[in-house]
C-alpha cells in the first residue's frame, strides 16, 4: 500500500526543463515498479516512462527519448521524472504511478498521485 505525493509541475517555456518528484510513504517502496503518466486535454492517459522494481528496466515513451529521464531513491522513497527540451506538446497532466508488480500497470492495485500540471508555453 502506498500513498503519492507529487510535486514539481509548473509553467515552463518550450526549451526549458521540469523536475517531478514524487514521494511514496510506506517501506516497501523498493517493491514497486514506479511509472509516470500524463494526460493532455481531450487525449487519453499514456504512459510516459516506467522503471521497473529493480531499476535496471526503464521503459520511455517515444515521443520523450532523449529528453527525459525517470529516477528512483528507494532510500528516500522518491521516484523522479527530469524533463528537458520541453515542447508545447509535453503540456498535460503528469500522474506518478506505484505498481506492486514487476511492471507498471494501469490495472488493481495500482496507487496514484494527485497529478500536477505542466504547462510548456511556446
Known amino acids: 500500500q502506498v500513498q503519492l505525493v507529487e510535486s514539481g509541475g509548473g509553467l515552463v517555456q518550450a526549451g526549458g526543463s521540469l523536475r517531478l518528484s514524487c514521494a511514496a510513504s510506506?517501506?516497501?517502496?523498493?517493491?514497486?515498479?514506479m511509472g509516470w503518466f500524463r494526460q493532455a486535454p481531450g487525449k487519453d492517459r499514456e504512459v510516459v516512462a516506467k522503471?521497473?522494481?529493480?531499476?535496471?528496466?526503464?521503459y520511455y515513451a517515444d515521443s520523450v527519448k532523449g529528453r527525459f529521464a525517470i529516477s528512483r531513491d528507494n532510500a528516500k522513497n522518491m521516484v523522479y521524472l527530469q524533463m528537458n527540451s520541453l515542447r508545447p506538446e509535453d503540456t498535460a497532466v503528469y500522474y506518478c504511478?506505484?505498481?506492486?508488480?514487476?511492471?507498471?500497470?494501469?490495472?488493481?492495485?495500482?496507487?496514484w498521485s494527485q497529478g500536477t500540471q505542466v504547462t510548456v508555453s511556446s
Open positions: 504511478n506505484a505498481s506492486p508488480l514487476s511492471e507498471v500497470t494501469t490495472g488493481a492495485g495500482a496507487y
Open positions: 522503471i521497473g522494481r529493480g531499476i535496471l528496466s526503464i
Open positions: 510506506g517501506r516497501t517502496f523498493s517493491n514497486y515498479a
